[in-house]
């Protein structure tokens, strides 16, 4: 059962341009989570997403980012107009269902550097 | 939100029992105790969780206070490929259908040779 898969691992984009990353969740996993990981920090939630639905996006910059998980393919997280500050590692994670006792498997990251 | 406390860093002689402590003195009754680490820079790892009731899978095992107010994670025989960041957290249910993993700093376990 293959795990969660984000491409690409390492991304590189000058200032200006647009990020997009991927993420697949486990096969059976309708539940999406994205987590950003600034340098010598730890995780932050960004956003909560199900199927075609946003359902917590309290964690997200209110500018310039948004998440998506369509019907089929995986779930993007775009950064529009990067900054350094955007310089990270973005981690996404699924899991099979919601409830507290829900556990959440994470991807490898993608690592985004900005010029 | 119930906060949780650990050691900054810990060593551990190869083969031994690791054994890393967190406190959650706030937490509530319906909150779970969960516990992943992150190995260098990869993605974070599930380890266990639990509520109230010791829980032992392949690779860890979980004591909890019969006051639930701290818990304590061990790693029976540590290897070199345990040295990680360990975190500690409480599932805080946040706004409906909604249940983020709020990370701390955790403990920087090493282990040694």
């Known amino acids: 059962n293959a795990g969660v898969m984000q491409n690409p691992r390492h991304l590189v984009r000058r200032r200006g341009q647009e990020a997009r990353l991927r993420c697949s969740p486990m096969?059976?996993?309708?539940?999406v989570y994205w987590y950003r990981q600034l340098p010598e920090e730890g995780l932050k939630f960004m956003v909560y997403?199900?199927?075609?639905?946003?359902?917590?996006e309290s964690g997200m910059p209110k500018e310039r980012f948004s998440a998506e998980f369509p019907k089929e393919g995986p779930s993007i997280l775009r950064i529009q107009q990067v900054v350094r500050g955007d310089s990270a590692a973005y981690f996404c994670?699924?899991?099979?269902?919601?409830?507290?006792?829900?556990?959440?498997?994470f991807g490898p990251g993608t690592r985004l550097t900005v010029l | 939100d119930a906060k949780t406390t650990q050691p900054t860093s810990m060593d551990c002689a190869e083969g031994r029992a690791a054994n890393l402590p967190c406190n959650h003195s706030t937490i509530s009754g319906n909150e779970y105790v969960y516990w992943y680490r992150q190995i260098h820079s990869q993605g974070p790892q599930y380890i266990i969780h639990?509520?109230?009731n010791n829980e032992t899978n392949e690779m860890a095992s979980l004591i909890i206070t019969e006051d639930r107010k701290s818990s304590t994670l061990i790693l029976p025989h540590a290897t070199l490929r345990d040295t990680a960041v360990y975190y500690c957290i409480v599932r805080v249910p946040s706004g409906a259908g909604s249940y983020q993993l709020t990370f701390g700093k955790g403990t920087k376990l090493s282990v040694i040779p």
């Open positions: 639990g509520l109230k």
């Open positions: 096969k059976g996993h309708s539940h």
């Open positions: 994670a699924s899991s099979l269902r919601e409830g507290v006792t829900d556990t959440q498997y």
């Open positions: 997403l199900q199927k075609e639905n946003i359902i917590d």
